[in-house]
């Protein structure tokens, strides 16, 4: 993430933001952010969301998730915002969304949704 | 969808919620609605959403959708909502959720996120 | 599944197929095999499939699946197939094929893929 | 795709082979390619399976798409391998398939499915 620039603005139980800038690095040739950097971030978005509910002592990973590329992700930068659906004792579900955010405008440029496990550091 | 004893409960432009009571073709042994109930329903909820936005001689196809089923599916009845996250010139996106209603309690159930494609009557 | 004449028609370790016969329970206005019917037998299909790898006195449950439906399902029957991709301690992620099958000729109606959990019957 | 080092290794109507090798920049902490990289592969390798089956001035855009990560991306490179399942006029549906080769050996790290539209140039 640091690698692309990526930083998280918010923090709360059950929900993260991440911010990422419309650096030349992760920009195509039209000027938006490219897809996988959208799904990268909120991937991450989710995974941290995630992990705000989870004891000390274990780790998150992400079993799949699926996510709809909806409008090119145009801006200043884009947004993922991470936020838990459901929170088991072995599985969680998060809600993914990224918007592209240009002049404190908010456009939603992709919806997605994910399933993690929580591992037990002793168990690895 | 009547097969299955289901109804249409709100309708509103880019919004649907269906009705599925807890009628025992449709439950498991364990007296929760059948997993597949729960997706067709949801299915149909988010194409019905999407049609409220559609002009005249078109038709709606679910080209995908991908759904968790968070918990069983007990209550009264489960009600399903398809919600229109992006309405374009030829697909839609909806958020499709299913919640299990006992005692006028609504428990999320499942979740989902839906891909359509809208068809001209004359292409067919 | 019996509900909607569902049977299972192979079995072997990882893999599960179940036919449909085309009712007229389970199909549409337009004659062919209603989308929720095709997603209920695939999810069913790669439920056994996790199924006949899992040691005694455990379940399954499906934590979410996927699928494209990418044709109308018409034949004289719809067969499904489950097939294990990873077998895991905790989690079983299996891929799903729908063919909808007319004078003997297959031909694929629907793909998706599946993710499924263990659940030992003590813990229940 | 070049700021990850990924380059195609094979291509063929409706497949395509990428490849991408153990780098610093894309591996995580414990020395495997992180998940982000791996889904960012997955996706392209799928628009470009689609993208061979297109004609001239079109081009692809990736709809949705849906990915497990089943084990870590360990190994000298990883290979994701894009097929397509079913091409339409408008949408184009693909496997997605990430495999950790080591020693010459390959270990399915990752399985997807993607959707994609085919867009006109003169409609842009």
């Known amino acids: 993430m640091s690698h692309l620039g990526a930083r998280i603005s918010h923090i709360a139980p059950g929900r993260i933001h991440i911010e990422l800038p419309?650096?030349?690095?992760v920009t195509q040739q039209h000027g938006y952010v490219h897809g996988g950097a959208v799904s990268a971030i909120a991937d991450t978005a989710g995974g941290y969301?995630?992990?705000?509910?989870?004891p000390e002592d274990t780790e998150v990973l992400t079993v799949e998730y699926k996510i709809n590329l909806l409008a090119p992700a145009i801006g200043d930068h884009v947004e993922a915002v991470g936020t838990v659906l459901k929170s088991g004792r072995t599985l969680t579900v998060c809600q993914l969304e990224v918007f592209g955010v240009q002049a404190?405008?908010?456009?939603?440029?992709?919806?997605?949704?994910q399933t993690?496990?929580?591992?037990?550091?002793?168990?690895?």
Chains 1, 2, 3, 4 share one sequence.
């Open 116 to 124: 993690l496990i929580r591992v037990n550091r002793s168990e690895r």
């Open 104 to 113: 404190g405008e908010r456009k939603l440029v992709a919806n997605g949704q």
């Open 49 to 54: 969301a995630a992990y705000t509910l989870f």
């Open 22 to 25: 419309g650096r030349p690095e």
